[in-house]
Structures are given as C-alpha cells and as structure tokens.
C-alpha cells in the first residue's frame, strides 16, 4: 500500500471554510479515483495558521497516478485554494507501508 502525504495551512480566519473546501476537493477527487483505499485529515493550529495534513491511501503507484498525474510528486492543488490564502507544500510524499492501525 502506498499513503500519500500532503501539507498546508491558512489563516485561522480561514480555517473553516478552508476544512469544507478540502473535503469537497482533495478528500473527494482522491475517494472517487479507483485504487484509492481511504483519506484522513488532521488539524493543527499553531499561532494565527491552521495546519492541514491529508493523508490518503492507496493500492499501489498506478493508482497515485490516476490521482495526480504522471509527475505524482506535485501537489495536487484546486482553482479555489488561493481564496483561501493557502500556503502549499509544493510536494508532497508517498510511502511504502504494509499496514496502517489506528494510534
């Protein structure tokens, strides 16, 4: 299996609106792509941002393409994100994992 990393944050004047943005883009366009085994996405604030992890999972490497193209190493980012004021990791990661448990 491979999960897919990913990391951004805004402004906390943002944040909502940003959480609702993020599920209706990157969560769903990863969930409807085939080979896709799931999507988690966890929140920190740390002073005036709020942090944005997404991790997604999935089959294998063809699967991570359908997703995000042949240069899978990009982020994939959406038109709507700049009313966000998103800061985007450019890259993102993927790695190789037998399992994954719930901590």
């Excluded at 080979?35 to 699967?63: C, I, K, M, P, S």
């Excluded at 995000?68 to 004021?85: I, K, L, R, S």
């Amino acid at each position: 299996m491979i999960v897919r990393t990913w990391h951004g944050c805004v402004p906390l004047h943002h944040a909502e609106g940003f959480a609702r943005h993020l599920a209706l883009t990157g969560v769903e366009h990863s969930k409807n792509t085939p080979g896709n085994l799931g999507a988690f996405v966890r929140r920190e604030t740390q002073g005036d941002w709020e942090h944005f992890f997404l991790a997604t999972y999935w089959r294998d490497v063809e699967a991570v393409k359908a997703f995000a193209g042949e240069d899978y190493h990009v982020a994939v980012t959406y038109q709507d994100d700049e009313q966000f004021a998103l800061l985007s990791d450019p890259y993102v990661f993927q790695h190789s994992v037998e399992s994954v448990s719930a901590l």
